[in-house]
């Protein structure tokens, strides 16, 4: 898997937590370059537009443009491992700023 980095925003498939459906929606690869050479996966976390609702674990994206969103949104502490080849198409890249924040986040998530 060599066509995507580590915070490029990226549209996958995502299979709601209770696999009643499945639905197109924005991710930021989360992945090191070097599970990218390993493996035929990537790690993403989710992309909502609900920033009303923030949870634990949640980022706010404040450079959403750039990163190719259509609307304000935020890093959800959601985080899946996919397919690189169900990855749809990428939309954009984060600023190094918010991927650093979604860094901070990710890790209270997980306790590192």
């Known amino acids: 898997m060599t066509a995507y980095s580590r915070g490029d925003v990226v549209l996958v498939g995502f299979i709601f937590a ?12 989360i992945s090191s370059p070097a599970y990218h050479r390993a493996r035929q996966e990537v790690v993403v976390a989710a992309i909502t537009s609900n920033v009303r609702r923030r949870l634990f674990g949640d980022s706010l994206i404040r450079n959403w443009r750039e990163a190719g ?26 600023m190094k700023d918010d991927l650093a924040a979604v860094e901070r986040e990710l890790r209270q998530c997980l306790g590192l």
């Open 18 to 29: 209770d696999e009643s459906a499945r639905k197109l929606r924005p991710a930021v690869i």
């Open 69 to 94: 969103l259509l609307f304000p949104s935020v890093v959800a502490g959601i985080i899946r491992t996919i397919k690189g080849t169900t990855i749809h198409r990428k939309l954009g890249s984060m």
